[in-house]
C-alpha cells in the first residue's frame, strides 16, 4: 500500500484558492486511483474528487464541479486539488486517498490508504 502525507492547507478569504498536494510513497502509485475527500466541522466525511491512475479520467462531487481541478504527477508520486472560488461551506479537512481500482471511485470503501489531512478555512 502506498502511504500519503498531505499539504497546502491554510486560511483564506472567500473567493480565494488554495493547492493541496498529497505525496505518496511506493513504487505502485501509478496504479492506483487517487481521490479527495473532506470532513466538515460537525458533519461527515464527504467524497470530493477523483482521478483514475493514468490521470484520464476525473470526476467531482456537484458542490466542487467547475471550482476544484484534481490532477496528479505520477512521476513525482504526487497528487493535487487546485480549489478556486472557495466558499465559506468548503471549510474542513481534506484527506487524500488510495484505491486500487484504476478507475475513478467516489466510494469512500474503495480506498484503502487514506493521509493524516489537511486543514482548510475560508473565511467569509
Known amino acids: 500500500q502506498v502511504q500519503l502525507v498531505e499539504s497546502g492547507g491554510g486560511l483564506v478569504q472567500a473567493g480565494g484558492s488554495l493547492r493541496l498536494s498529497c505525496a505518496a510513497s511506493?513504487?505502485?502509485?501509478?496504479?492506483?486511483?487517487l481521490g479527495w475527500f473532506r470532513q466538515p466541522p460537525g458533519k461527515e466525511r464527504e467524497f470530493v474528487a477523483t482521478?483514475?491512475?493514468?490521470?484520464?479520467?476525473?470526476y467531482y462531487a456537484n458542490s466542487v464541479k467547475g471550482r476544484f481541478t484534481v490532477s496528479r504527477d505520477n512521476a513525482k508520486n504526487t497528487v493535487y486539488l487546485q480549489m478556486n472560488s472557495l466558499k465559506s461551506w468548503d471549510t474542513a479537512v481534506y484527506f487524500c486517498?488510495?484505491?486500487?481500482?484504476?478507475?475513478?471511485?467516489?466510494?469512500?470503501?474503495?480506498?484503502?490508504?487514506w493521509g493524516q489531512g489537511t486543514q482548510v478555512t475560508v473565511s467569509s
Open positions: 486517498a488510495a484505491s486500487p481500482l484504476v478507475a475513478t471511485t467516489a466510494r469512500a470503501q474503495d480506498y484503502v490508504s
Open positions: 511506493g513504487s505502485t502509485f501509478s496504479t492506483y486511483a
Open positions: 482521478i483514475s491512475s493514468t490521470g484520464g479520467r476525473t
